[in-house]
């Protein structure tokens, strides 16, 4: 792919016609007037933020549709497989099955790290332990906590798997990954790891047709007059893998539009979402303001965004950030407006989220290494076929929607275009901050942590370390509980090879969550390592994935272990942080195995 073997104009007449008019037309957004009562731009406030209507309606609706029975099959689950070991507090068990109303259940939510393929399949791997669709997940007392999940945060890699699951109706993991039974090109057809992100067949000549296809997709959305970058490309590749409308019958067949014209807010017209039965999807990305600080980057190697630049979220409605310093939403539906009257749809396609939100072809551009790096083909092709001036090609373009707002403190209140990035740019490789607004009122996170902190490619604290640093910035605004300062600590009290509950001690008042942190630290039990493959790693066998998820499911179930057995506890212990800060609400003190569940898990 570094060097295009064939000529563009044999290439390109090579092409099939129907093909480019598929994909292209499919991934072009469409212009026209704003429908009466549209207002591009909601304002949330630096203080008492608030939520959007069709947000608050969603959780309200998922809180008293979904979640009672789904609290309920959960602790049918956890009961079970302690039984004869110990049992639970009578207090967990009233929580659970609802004899505190519906606000006395816990408000629980769960974020998915980057990392690539590997946090992909990690994430899963761990999803699929907390599944109560999952038997085996059930009967190790763990599955359930999925369907109980108010939201479900994902950013690059985790990007993909929550974006995936979404989309695709909520199937079983299983089903998401290797495909359900009966796919079809209008259905998901799994990851369909065996192709190449980057470099699918198994000729140059092969590989060169395959990136020619993926340019022309994205003309369409040229010549409507948005620019295109890199990120598109990438977003064309990611829409074979991970959005509805390619299976591995049809992977090369350029007639398909291979998911074109699939949109993040038509999530919403989903039975499961609207039946309120999958948590509410949020995915993250990064900015690169050519207007950020650079004294706040935090600090450790390759880190390259400030903390103090706007985390944009992405969720079935909306686009913006919470942070003080915009505190500004759009409708996603008419992401990539240009003006108030003129709204732009189809902009928001599944396969660009996924690209905004794992783009790190930035970094290559501070490298010397550009010209023989994985894009340098890509921007041959871009700067050849679709001439463009004056932007930048190595990152995600979004037309500004919160141009001219807040001036003072939004640091890119004057620029026409958003430049975002991959969402763990900033060292934040775990999506903790849309958990963390007040408004959503999260008080459990489940963190799933899988970035590449160590040379080979285990976890180190790193993401959560670099969230507690960012709090400082915007005091008041959010709150995270304490968690060590130093890599060293989270490695010499083995943080990252077990489970670990921080804040257990954090008061009311500190507004801070109880964190549930499951790191890919390290094999389970003795194993091999399976889990800890390179974030470069683009293609997985069947055999290598069946191997991660189920060391992601050790790893999600094993406690704090004897030797190489499993905590017989770890059910219960799992459970006592899941209602603890509901048991705080209800002013009940902790009992019975919770007592010393929270002593040996919880980190102070």
């Keep these: 792919m570094k060097h295009l073997a064939l000529p563009l104009s044999i290439a390109l007449c090579a092409r099939s016609v129907a093909g480019q008019l598929a994909a292209s037309v499919g991934y072009a957004p469409v212009l026209a007037p704003c429908p009466p009562g549209v207002s591009l731009l909601r304002e949330v406030g630096t203080v008492d933020q608030f939520l959007s209507d069709e947000e608050h309606a969603y959780v309200a609706g998922r809180r008293s549709e979904v979640l009672p029975d789904a609290w309920g099959s959960y602790l049918a689950a956890v009961t079970h497989s302690v039984a004869g070991v110990t049992s639970l507090p009578e207090y967990v068990a009233d929580i659970l099955r609802g004899t505190y109303g519906e606000r006395g259940y816990p408000h629980f939510g769960i974020a998915t790290s980057g990392g690539g393929y ?6 899963a791997g761990v999803l699929n332990t907390l599944d109560g669709r999952n038997a085996s997940s059930v009967q190790a007392g763990t599955g359930g906590l999925l369907q109980a999940a108010t939201y479900l945060a994902g950013l690059s890699g985790g990007s993909w798997l929550v974006t995936s699951l979404a989309q695709a109706n909520f199937p ?5 990954i290797f495909a359900p039974s009966a796919a079809s090109t209008d259905s998901f057809g799994g990851w369909l790891t065996q192709y190449d992100l980057l470099e ?3 000729s140059s000549v092969a590989v060169d047709a395959y990136v020619l296809e993926l340019v022309e997709e994205i003309m369409g959305k040229h010549v409507a007059g948005f620019p295109v970058t890199v990120s598109d490309v990438w977003a064309r590749t990611l829409s074979r893998h991970f959005v509805n409308g390619t299976d591995a019958n049809d992977f090369w067949d350029d007639a398909l539009p291979h998911g074109a014209g699939l949109t993040f807010s038509a999530i919403a017209k989903l039975d499961t979402f609207a039946n309120y039965a999958q948590p509410f999807p949020i995915i993250v990305t990064d900015s690169l303001s050519p207007n950020g600080n650079e004294s706040n980057v935090f600090n450790e190697t390759d880190i390259v965004i400030p903390l103090t630049n706007p985390i944009y979220e992405i969720n079935v409605f909306e686009f913006g950030s919470f942070d003080p310093t915009l505190a500004a939403f759009t409708p996603t539906e008419y992401l990539g407006s240009p003006n108030d009257s003129l709204c732009a749809t189809n902009f928001d396609q599944l396969c660009f989220i996924e690209a905004m939100s794992s783009n790190e072809f930035n970094t290559y551009n501070t490298s010397v290494t550009l010209a023989a790096s994985p894009i340098a083909a890509v921007l041959e092709l871009l700067t050849d076929l679709i001439p463009e001036s004056g ?7 979004v037309p500004n929607p919160f141009y001219g707002v807040a001036p003072s403190t939004y640091i890119d209140s004057k620029e026409t275009l958003l430049q975002l990035v991959d969402g763990g740019e900033d060292g934040e490789v775990v999506p903790f ?3 963390l607004v007040k408004a959503r009122n999260v008080e459990v996170i489940f963190a799933i942590d899988a970035a590449a902190d160590t040379e080979d490619n285990w976890t180190a604290g790193l993401s959560a370390i670099a969230t507690q640093d960012r709090m400082t910035f915007f005091p008041g605004t959010y709150a995270f509980p304490p968690v060590p ?4 600590t989270f490695l010499a009290h083995n943080l ?8 257990c001690e954090s008061t009311a008042e500190s507004g801070e969550p109880l964190v549930i942190y499951l790191a890919n630290g390290g094999p389970p039990l003795g ?3 399976l889990t800890n493959t390179s974030t470069s790693q683009f293609v997985y066998s069947a055999d290598e994935i069946d191997g991660m998820l189920s060391q992601a499911f050790d790893v999600a179930t094993q406690g704090i272990p004897e030797g190489l057995e499993k905590d017989a506890l770890w059910p219960a212990c799992l459970a006592c942080a899941v209602v603890d800060r509901s048991r705080r609400r209800e002013r009940i003190e902790r009992s019975g195995v919770c007592e010393s569940c929270m002593e040996r898990y919880c980190w102070s």
């Design 118 to 123: 590997r946090a992909a399949i990690f994430g």
């Design 485 to 488: 300062p130093l890599e060293s």
């Design 496 to 503: 990252t090879k077990r489970p670990t509950f921080f804040g």
């Design 200 to 202: 699918p067949g198994n």
């Design 527 to 529: 194993q091999p390592p």
């Design 172 to 176: 079983t993991l299983p089903e998401l």
């Design 433 to 435: 901050m849309p958990l």
């Design 391 to 397: 932007i930048e090609l190595d990152v995600s373009l």
